[in-house]
């Protein structure tokens, strides 16, 4: 696709000021605010915030990481928020107070109303007084997810497959590496995959999909009893007909202390929205929005396949790459006590550059459907697929279907099999489709950061476009 200069915007002067955390940052004169935005006109918004995207700019990540715009005088919504972010990649930011969080609806609605959609996500600094204190917590030699990296199609993709294997985990870590540019982060990360090549990396290693919806669950996962995100005002995952982990309750995601953790290229389950908030170290997002799904699922190579398309693909890709394909994205650097919002249909992937602890669980707004959604067939192969009767509205007297009840209450522990859940919980009078969905998906573990086991691995190689077409026809 060619490429033009960034559209500018001319705006008043006005004094930036720097939010970096890194001692050694300094603020581009070149830089500008864009608080002003919601004031232009919608077109003029498209322009301005994409004309410094992959798709129109060529520049390096450089220099400041958390360049921002002064914070702003709370309007007539009453939210204060500013725009912070690497160059080119400023993000909307919220700081609203503890009020205004308990209504969650309408700080989504005063996000959008400021054209979030735009760039497929947008941050929420908690106030303070929701910011509890972290819990001691003992190290834990625990399973853990290691990596192993392949280079695909001809040496243009990276395959990230995670495999199973066991780590140190403790909070004393330090917080890994909280200063250098966004732009140095990614080519280490880069060095870090051409060095493990075909093997797997050493030391790096990913806890996930950790239960944290009960005290003491949380206790053990080293977070708060009381999660800054859930339950959330306004949810419609309070009326569906399964309780899911890490859809409908939240998962703690901890990477032990080794720069590289990373978790793959994907799109929320059923057009879902998501929250992820980190308490400890610093991750990096790339984002591709919404606005731009139909040119990055053409470049992708959707061609009809399930909505998790991406997942069976376990694909991560570098700024320059997707710049290279066309596809307009976000890259965000969150900090500690920042929660990310990811809108419905945005992709998204990143890493840790250190020991990381963050939470994370799934919203359904009022607007919120799945009519557009293609759930994975059982020939997907994916074994955490979610199945679309799960996911339906419940029916007036209807019991619902909860698959945490059968967690062991146990940090660390692993749950007794989901399968086994849904039997004991289901009624014997239940229909028997439900049971073959259930047989067909045993497990259905939240997948943002999923194993791929070595036989699906082979059976997906992906090695050239020709394999493309026929290895994902039936998916």
Wanted: charged share 25%; proline share 8%.
């Amino acid at each position: 696709m060619p490429t033009s200069e960034p559209v500018a915007i001319e705006e008043p002067d006005q004094v930036v000021t720097s939010q970096s955390r890194d001692e050694d940052s300094k603020l581009s004169d070149s830089l500008h605010p864009v608080s002003e935005m919601g004031k232009l006109p919608e077109e003029e918004v498209e322009l301005a915030r994409f004309g410094s995207s992959s798709e129109n700019c060529s520049f390096s990540v450089t220099g400041s990481s958390r360049a921002s715009s002064p914070l702003s005088e709370p309007d007539a919504h009453g939210v204060a928020y500013t725009y912070d972010g690497p160059p080119g990649h400023r993000i909307l930011h919220l700081r609203p107070t503890a009020e205004q969080w308990d209504d969650f609806p309408a700080l989504l609605a005063f996000a959008r109303s400021l054209h979030a959609e735009v760039d497929g996500c947008f941050k929420i600094i908690l106030p303070e007084e929701l910011q509890e204190p972290l819990p001691d917590k003992d190290s834990q030699h625990v399973t853990a997810n290691a990596y192993r990296i392949r280079q695909i199609n001809h040496r243009t993709f990276w395959q990230v497959s995670t495999v199973p294997s066991e780590g140190a985990f403790s909070s004393s870590e330090p917080e890994g590496e909280v200063s250098g540019s966004v732009d140095e982060k990614f080519k280490k990360l880069k060095t870090l995959f051409n060095k493990s090549k075909d093997k797997q990396m050493r030391n790096v290693r990913y806890r996930v999909d950790v239960p944290a919806w009960t005290a003491k669950q949380r206790r053990e996962a080293g977070v708060p009893e009381r999660s800054p995100i859930h339950p959330l005002a306004g949810d419609k995952l309070d009326k569906t007909k399964a309780i899911i982990p890490g859809i409908h309750t939240p998962y703690v995601y901890e990477s032990a202390q080794h720069f590289g953790a990373t978790f793959q290229l994907h799109a929320e389950d059923f057009r879902l929205s998501s929250l992820n908030h980190l308490y400890k170290g610093r991750k990096i997002w790339i984002v591709v929005p919404a606005t731009a799904v139909d040119v990055a699922e053409e470049a992708l190579n959707r061609k009809g396949k399930c909505s998790q398309f991406m997942r069976h693909r376990a694909e991560f890709f570098f700024p320059e790459k997707l710049q290279k394909m066309g596809i307009p994205h976000r890259i965000v650097d969150q900090r500690p006590g920042e929660t990310i919002v990811i809108l419905p249909d945005a992709y998204h992937e990143g890493f840790s550059t250190g020991y990381t602890l963050a939470e994370a669980k799934n919203y359904a707004d009022s607007d919120w459907t799945t009519d557009t959604y293609q759930p994975c067939q059982p020939s997907c192969q994916l074994m955490t697929a979610i199945p679309a009767e799960f996911m339906r509205p419940l029916q007036e007297g209807e019991e619902r279907l909860d698959l945490c009840a059968g967690y062991k209450d146990v940090g660390g522990d692993e749950p007794s099999s989901l399968l086994q859940q849904q039997q004991q919980q289901q009624p014997k009078a239940e229909d028997s489709q439900l049971g073959e969905i259930q047989s067909a998906n045993p497990t259905l573990k939240r997948p943002l950061e999923h194993t791929i086991s070595e036989e699906i691995v082979f059976k997906h190689p992906r090695l050239d476009q020709d394999s493309i077409v026929s290895v994902h026809a039936k998916v």
